[in-house]
């Protein structure tokens, strides 16, 4: 059966998540019914990564088999008619080989959190972006972050209920930026990695937010990660700021 990569843009804030749920509307249950309707029958996708629910993705990866040959354009073009009107999109298709596999061919995953700092409720960004209503120091937040770089036991920063074998990850950058705007100081926070444990990045965000507004030193998000103990970490900050922003492999796909 013909396999393809799919490229997929989506706002979570309508789902309960990238994976399928019963009696919950998920992003793989909604791209699996659009793929339905082009060939009856059940369909299972699988993604690079599976994102919680309220998360946004703007480069999720997953493949799908097919019956038939699909030019790659078309077979988008129809996926995207069908899946409207929710918000999700197939932004770039391609053929790969019958056993290539978009989870764990993924040598690294991308994420990107925002918050914006402002007194005023967000109007354009709501659902979007994280606010805050304290200026954050982004420089004491890099500083912080710079603590969690390497290969370490990550318990603290881990879901109670994460399933993950082992809380040993490696993260391999952390970033964080800031932009002043007329809308309100923009703070952007990247994170790369081979892979993740549940809300490992909404628990290093919300710490690392609380040592930009002063709140925290940066050498505490050091004693937060040693005590490898999930109380010792700061508040686990919303969904709505976290997009999956990029999937890696060996040869991309998509090029």
Not at 96 to 122: G, K, N, S
Not at 167 to 181: E, G, K, M, Q
Request: a neutral charge.
């Amino acid at each position: 059966m013909p396999r393809y990569a799919l490229k997929i843009e989506y706002d979570g804030a309508p789902f309960a998540g990238w994976q399928r749920q019963s009696h919950q509307q998920s992003v793989q249950g909604t791209i699996e019914a659009a793929l339905a309707r082009l060939e009856p029958g059940d369909h299972t996708i699988a993604a690079a990564g599976r994102t919680d629910s309220g998360v946004h993705a703007t480069a999720q990866v997953a493949h799908c088999d097919m019956a038939t040959d699909w030019d790659p354009f078309r077979l988008s073009e129809a996926l995207n008619y069908h899946l409207k009107p929710l918000p999700v999109a197939v932004i770039a298709c391609a053929p790969v080989a019958p056993d290539w596999h978009a989870r764990f061919d993924a040598l690294e995953r991308r994420y990107l959190f925002r918050i914006t700092a402002r007194r005023a409720p967000l109007v354009l960004d709501a659902g979007r972006a994280w606010q805050v209503k304290t200026p954050l120091d982004a420089k004491a937040m890099q500083a912080g972050a710079d603590h969690l770089l390497g290969r370490h036991d990550f318990t603290t920063f881990r879901a109670t209920h994460c399933q993950a074998d082992s809380p040993i990850r490696t993260l391999d950058a952390v970033s964080v930026a800031s932009v002043p705007s007329p809308l309100g100081q923009q703070v952007t926070i990247r994170v790369r990695a081979r892979s993740f444990l549940h809300n490992q990045v909404r628990s290093i965000v919300g710490t690392l937010e609380r040592v930009g507004c002063g709140a925290w030193q940066p050498d505490d998000v050091a004693t937060a990660l040693a005590a490898r103990d999930r109380t010792a970490c700061g508040p686990v900050c919303p969904a709505h700021g976290l997009y999956l922003d990029g999937v890696r492999y060996p040869v991309d796909p998509f090029a």
